[in-house]
């Protein structure tokens, strides 16, 4: 029986999300909840190929199934695949390799690969936040514990974004054809990430907004350097970021993100800063 639900995201150019109204900006750039007891939900977007997801087995293992947009005869065909654990306890298992996932864990599964996901406990479930580019080349599966991902620490009190990151995939350590993800968590009494921010049309962004109370909201900050809007986000959810987009934001507490790129190459320092001045 099929598990998986699938959606397909078309590319906004700048001009066109500039006269967009809050129900506009998020029915184009949120996506719909990832999270759903014993399913697969799958966003597949047209900002450098990549597939949003998220996977929550509970009683039993779901299978990575592929879907119509990708156009080959298995999901991973000629893509390759990040999963990242927010939730309980799980396991990947990859070409029949197991790799255990505690929270903020993730997995790495090459081009041509079969995956499936479990969850230790179905009253504490994992929820594995999937993301997918196409890939041109085949490089083994991988585990990476939070504890073994590159670490930087940056930001003050004093600016409210003090934060650390968390670098899954970099040069000295896993190897992706184009997936670039990692984790940043901000320090009680912080609220805002990436500013002053950037954009980098080489590659696209996607965040997703975890480790959030019920009441509690993040701002995310969207649109061209002088064409700026906000996106109002909750926890677990999910927004879209196209090359020509800022992605900034300030929450209510502090929280944590994923956030993930695909485009012309992996290297996280190719940005371009914009100048608090250039702001509007």
């Avoid at 300030?250 to 790129?261: E, K, L």
Wanted: aromatic residues 10%; charged residues 20%; contains cysteine.
């Amino acid at each position: 029986m099929a598990h998986t639900d699938f959606t397909h995201r078309f590319a906004v150019d700048p001009m066109t999300a500039a006269g967009f109204g809050t129900d506009q900006l998020r029915e184009n750039f949120m996506l719909p909840p990832l999270f759903v007891p014993s399913r697969i939900q799958l966003h597949y977007t047209n900002y450098d190929r990549m597939i949003v997801g998220g996977a929550m087995p509970v009683s039993a293992a779901l299978a990575l199934e592929t879907i119509k947009p990708t156009g080959t005869p298995e999901f991973l065909s000629r893509r390759e695949l990040i999963a990242v654990n927010i939730g309980g306890a799980g396991t990947v298992t990859v070409d029949g390799e197991s790799f255990v996932t505690g929270p903020r864990d993730m997995v790495y599964a090459g081009m041509g690969s079969s995956v499936t996901f479990a969850s230790d406990s179905a009253d504490n479930p994992a929820r594995f936040y999937l993301l997918s580019a196409p890939a041109h080349a085949r490089y083994p599966a991988r585990h990476v514990g939070i504890a073994n991902a590159k670490r930087l620490d940056l930001g003050a009190q004093e600016t409210s974004n003090e934060r650390s990151i968390f670098q899954f995939v970099h040069p000295e350590g896993l190897q992706t054809c184009q997936l670039v993800v990692g984790m940043t968590s901000l320090a009680q009494g912080s609220v805002w990430n990436t500013m002053p921010c950037h954009i980098h049309d080489r590659r696209m962004e996607v965040y997703l907004y975890f480790d959030l109370a019920e009441k509690a909201r993040v701002f995310h900050l969207f649109g061209e350097p002088d064409e700026t809007r906000h996106i109002v986000m909750k926890n677990e959810e999910a927004v879209l970021s196209p090359g020509w987009s800022i992605h900034s934001g300030a929450g209510t507490s502090n929280y944590s993100f994923v956030w993930a790129m695909a485009g012309d190459n992996v290297d996280y320092t190719d940005v371009d800063p914009v100048a608090m001045e250039d702001l509007r």
